[in-house]
């Protein structure tokens, strides 16, 4: 039995996988407008708030150059965080027909979940003890540690190595950043009630009931989406897609959500990572034509000013 639900729940999430990388593969391809003679957009166009840097060359001391550069990352991190969570909120209108058909396909394949799959799926793991070992031997994957370790990692890398770990390191915040408020929201909305016995139709709205999506499911994914654009090769990406069906799985196998629940979240996990990903590719393509052509605008430098008085203190920013 527990191989059959063991089945179901791979091809769920493999399944998962295929549909959402869809939705942004179309974002993927240049149009006519992506020559070099005509950019197709500033940068600005994908930041709700200007882009400004505080600069610093060799000759600054390590102290100066240490905290001009982690304000820049800083400042950068929250306009792109706000803005990529703008520009994929709004990523609807603007879909053809191959994103609706991806969205109706993840749609399609949790009402079939729902209706037809969830339920024995469940039956079968709860009755197979080696499946709930599995799940407790796992469950740290998902308990917030594994995710702050991935990120600490790359950015220990980059501060030793190179400037791509930094880079990786502000995505994978930003996009999991993100993927937790659409989780939330959409937790919030859906009102599901998590696995129990009143079965895997038990919706109440605004109820605060938190079953779907399963928001550890959708931090995995968006992780494995960003790691595997930023590193495409064929091992990153089974690794990293691996590691987040475990997840996935152990979700399950705790008995803490639905299958279906975790199929919506990868597919919300793959789609913002992989939008965050495209992005931050399409800002750095942009920012390279532009310098081409020698229309890079200069970077504005901020003003400060520091005001100390007897009841305050004051910092003003202007730029």
């Given amino acids: 039995m527990i191989r059959s639900a063991a089945r179901r729940i791979i091809a769920a999430l ?14 993927d391809t240049p149009d006519e407008h992506d020559g070099p003679a005509e950019p197709d957009g500033l940068v600005d166009d994908l930041l709700l708030f200007p882009e400004y840097r505080l600069e610093y060359d060799a000759t600054d001391g390590v102290f100066r150059r240490t905290w001009r550069r982690t304000a820049n990352e800083s400042v950068s991190f929250v306009n792109e965080t706000l803005s990529d969570a703008w520009t994929i909120t709004k990523s609807p209108l603007d879909w053809r027909w191959q994103g609706w058909l991806t969205f109706a396909a993840v749609a399609g394949g949790a009402t079939a979940l729902i209706y037809l799959g969830d339920e024995e799926i469940r039956d079968h793991a709860t009755d197979s003890t080696n499946f709930r070992k599995f799940g407790g031997k796992v469950g740290f994957l998902s ?22 770990e930094i880079q990786t390191a502000k ?5 999991t950043s993100i993927g937790y408020g659409y989780a939330a929201g959409l937790k919030y909305v859906v009102g599901r009630r998590r696995p129990g016995p009143t079965g895997p139709r038990d919706f109440q709205p605004f109820s605060g009931q938190f079953s779907m999506p399963s928001g550890e499911t959708t931090h995995a994914f968006t992780m494995a989406a960003v790691i595997a654009e930023q590193y495409p090769n064929w091992p990153v990406r089974i690794a990293s897609y ?25 597919a919300l996990g793959t789609f913002v990572g992989r939008s965050v990903s495209w992005l ?10 532009q310098t081409r052509l020698g229309i890079e605008p200069d970077p504005l430098e901020a003003q400060h000013s520091l005001h100390v008085g007897t009841r305050s203190v004051g ?5």
């Fill in 14 to 27: 493999l399944i998962t996988a295929l549909v959402s990388n869809a939705a942004i593969a179309e974002s």
């Fill in 143 to 164: 308990d917030g540690t594994a995710f702050a370790a991935l990120t600490g990692g790359f950015l220990l890398s980059g501060a030793l190595l190179r400037d791509k």
């Fill in 171 to 175: 995505m994978l915040m930003e996009s």
């Fill in 242 to 266: 691996g590691l987040a069906t475990t997840v996935a799985a152990g979700r399950i196998a705790r008995d803490d959500h639905w299958t279906s629940d975790v199929f919506v979240a990868a």
């Fill in 280 to 289: 931050h590719h399409e800002r750095d393509r942009r920012r390279h034509v």
């Fill in 315 to 319: 910092w003003t920013v202007r730029y």
